[in-house]
């Protein structure tokens, strides 16, 4: 399905995203003393959390433009706030379906169901995926569509397989007009 050449590509893409994340995450910090130095920063817990396991592992890709509708979907919508385990790769799970690549997302995910013992996996994968190459890559909004249903059923079968209890939920997120500004859109894939 994919090419060696196009999966080289990503996953050099991807440490080099990374990478750069890190020396501006650095560079960031250093030109921000007064942050780091002047203040105490301190962010309240909810005493639940206390706790050392919770109820879902959710995985989402990392773009920017869904972060917020995200937070919001797991924390409200779900009721999860608090009570999950967050990875944000690109691409969701476009490399849990690349049998070159799944193997070390699983032992990621090992860790979430082993150590916090979680019941279930939330995927989100979302329309005009630049891991994917955007929506233009597809040729139509049907076939990009049924390429994300593919992955993320294909997905939801490999963890059924490994992990037999869990329950894995599967969602497409995609950016729709209302009015002057933009609203995301989750659609729950059966
Ligand atoms: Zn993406």
Partial sequence: MYTTKKKYIFVVFTAQLLLITTIWGCSYNKTSPDILYDQQIATPLNPQTYRSDCDT???????????????????????????????????????????????????????????????????????????????????SEIAERETLITDLTNARRLLIEKYPTLEVNLYIESLAKEGDGLKVNFEKIP
């Fill in 57 to 139: 592992l959710l995985i989402t890709c990392i773009d920017y433009r869904y972060a917020v509708a995200n937070q919001e979907f797991i924390n409200e919508t779900l009721g999860l706030k608090d009570n999950y385990d967050h990875i944000s790769i690109p691409g969701s799970i476009y490399n849990l379906v690349n049998p070159e690549t799944q193997g070390l997302l699983f032992s990621k995910f090992e860790l979430s169901v082993r150590l916090h013992l979680i019941k279930r996996i939330v995927i989100i994968s979302h329309i005009d995926c630049g891991a994917y190459g955007g929506s233009a890559s597809f040729g």
